[in-house]
C-alpha cells in the first residue's frame, strides 16, 4: 500500500531511517513531520523505500460532537493560517481542514467548560503574505458573526504580521460592540513548549468574562503559561523572533490580563465604552499604495524619492522623528538634495513622520531638522502612533477619504491610536 500524507512512516535513507508524520510532497522533496514537531525536507531520489507504520488516524469518530451548553456564552473563532493551525494541518495531510467545534474541543477539551464554539477556517495564508484584501475579507466575516448575535469573534492568526491586521481591523469596524481578539502561536500546537493552547483559553475566558468591544491581540504575557495579555490592538507589536511574550503593548498599558490557571481576568485599563451602540459599518481598504522608509546614518535622496508616485509614505525617523535634512559640513552635501526631495513629495504624497524608537510621542518642534520638515509639511507631529498602526492608518484614510481630508484626520485620534498623554510605560 502506499503512503499516504497524514500515514505515521519509517523513511529509510542509505544508512539511517526516520520516522515521523508524511507530508504533502513537493516535486523532488518528501516531507516528514518528526516528533519534536520539526519538518523534514527529503531529496526523492535520496529515498530508498517508505514504510507506513500507521494508517492517517480520521476525523471521523475521533471527535464526539460537541452539545451547546446554554449557560456559556456563543462565540465564533475564524481561522486564518499561521504557526497556531499548523497541528491540524499536518495530521489532515496538510489538506486544509475544517476547523470544527468538536476539533478544537477535542484539541483542548477545557474550551467546552468555558464558551459554546462555532468555528470556521477562511483562509490559511501566512501572515507576511496578507495584502489589504485580506483584512477586507476578515472584516466582512467578522460582520456576519456580529450579526448573528455571538458574544465574541476570536481570530487566529499568523503571528508575524498580526499587528497590523489587529490595526486595520481596529479602522475597519466602525461601531464594533463586541470583542475581536486575534490569537497567534510562536510554537505549534504540537510541540510540547506551543503557546497554542494557552493564549487560545486565554482568549475565551476574556470574551466570556468580559463585554469590552474593540480589536485586541491576546497572547503571553511572560515566559511562564500562566497569564496571557490582553493588548489593544492599535497599540501592539511583535517585538521578538520566537519568544511567546513578544507581543507587547506600546505606550498604552494592557487592556487586561487572563489567569489562565484560574480562568480569572483582571481588567487593567478599559476603553471608554460608548453607551450607544450603533449598528456595525464597514469601512474597507481600497487598493492603495503606501510605502514605509526607515531612516539610518547614511541616506540618499534617492530614497525617499522612489516612493514618489505611491500615495502616501510613512517615514520611520531617528529619535524624535528626524531624517538627515541638515547640511553640515563636507560630508553632508546630500541632505540639502533630501529636504528638497521631501518637499516635493509632500506636494504629491501624504507624508508622515513615526519614530523607529517605536515608544514615545513624535515631536518635530524641538530640533531645527524637525521644524524643516514640520515646515516641507511632512505630518504626524505630537503622534505616539507605533510606524505599523501609522501606516495601516494612512493606508486607510487614503482608502476612505480625499487627499484633502486625508491631510487634515491623520494627527487626529480616531480610534485609540494617539493618545492625549503617554503612558509611561517602556518594554513591560
Ligand atoms: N510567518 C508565519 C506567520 O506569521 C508563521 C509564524 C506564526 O504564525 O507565528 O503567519
Redesign the pocket.
Known sequence: MEAKAGDAVEIKLKDESINGILMPEETDFSFIKLDNGYNLGIKKRNIKSINIISKKKTKEGKFSKVKKNKKLPDITILHT????ASKVDYKTGGVLAQFKPEELVGMFPELGDIVNIKSRLIGNI???NMVFEHYNLIAKEIKKEVEKGVKGIIVTH????MHYTSAALSFILEDLSVPVVLV???RSSDRGSSDAAVNLISACIFVANTAIAGVTICMHENQEDDKCLIIDGLNSRKMHTSRRDAFRPINKNPIAKVNYKNKKVELINIPKIKNQKPKLKLRLFKDVKVGLIKSKPGMYAEEFNSYKNFDGLIIEGTGLGHIPVLESDKFTKENKKILNTIKELCKKTVTVMTSQTIYGRVNLNVYSSGRLLSEAGVLGNYCDTTPETSYIKLAWLLSNYPKKEVQKLYSKNLRGEVSERSENIFLI
Open positions: 493560517g499561521g504557526t497556531i501566512m501572515s507576511e499568523g503571528t508575524d504580521t497567534g502561536a510562536q
